[in-house]
């Protein structure tokens, strides 16, 4: 009886470890996500709106995008989707900002992309330009909408949390990391060194250009000299078969 036991041990584990697998092995639904994840803090960047249809029964028809009203980016330029009609809304800013030197009073703070389709299985990517990214910041957070064509609306607002377990509906996050060295423009004295040396090296390939045209004509000159020739020889030799043909008939 003990040995029947043992042997169906492993026969229960199995079928539990299964059923386990089973349990956990549920359908793991995308979302809107932002791609690449990250860019430089105080830069500018171009990311994409990774758009995933998870329905069977029904196709993506609009995406609206939020942009973060606590940190307003003064330039937002989308890049145009073939099938899709794209609206950028501004707003005004509670305070101005100022970027290059100008004042800005007003910044991007919705984009909504319709018109187009993305069917079951399929998904969309919807870039846009954006910038100046804040460098007081380690994320931005995106909140979307992303609408079916059955009416049905996915709200994509929830904001993720250090340390906490992904909520049930993420908003599209964007961590700002800080600039690599020397891509904030601001060592002058070597981009001065690059400019020099990117002269010198125009300048010794316009006078390698210079020495091959030179070789070129050299070139040229020298063939038709040869040619020259041959065709002083060549003549010669025909004027010579003539007198000799000539004679040869004479005689």
């Known amino acids: 009886m003990n040995a029947m036991r043992l042997r169906r041990l492993p026969v229960i584990g199995a079928l539990t470890a299964g059923g386990l697998v089973l349990l956990t092995a549920g359908p793991a639904f995308a979302h809107v996500s932002v791609q690449p994840g990250q860019a430089e803090k105080g830069g500018y960047s171009t990311i994409n709106f990774k758009v995933p249809n998870e329905r069977d029964d029904a196709s993506t028809v609009k995406l609206e995008v939020t942009l973060p009203a606590d ?119 070597a981009a001065s060194g690059q400019g020099k040396d990117s002269g010198s090296e125009k300048a010794g390939a316009e006078n390698s250009a210079s020495a091959d045209a030179s070789d070129d004509k050299d070139s040229s000159d020298t063939t038709a000299r040869v040619l020259g020739i041959v065709g002083i020889v060549i003549g010669a030799a025909g004027v010579a078969y003539g007198v000799v043909a000539s004679r040869r008939r004479s005689a």
């Open 71 to 189: 940190h307003p980016l003064a330039s937002v330029m989308p890049q145009p989707v073939p099938g899709w009609d794209v609206k950028v809304t501004k707003s005004k800013l509670p305070k101005p900002m100022e970027m290059h030197g100008e004042k800005i009073s007003e910044a991007v703070t919705k984009v909504t992309w319709s018109g187009g389709k993305i069917e079951p299985g399929m998904f969309q990517q919807f870039p846009l330009s954006v910038g100046q990214l804040p460098d007081d910041a380690d994320q931005l957070a995106f909140k979307a909408l992303q609408t079916y064509d059955n009416k049905d609306v996915v709200r994509w607002i929830e904001e993720p949390k250090e340390g906490a377990a992904e909520p049930e509906n993420p908003a599209p996050v964007l961590k700002l990391v800080a600039p690599a060295e020397g891509s904030d423009g601001h060592d002058a004295a």
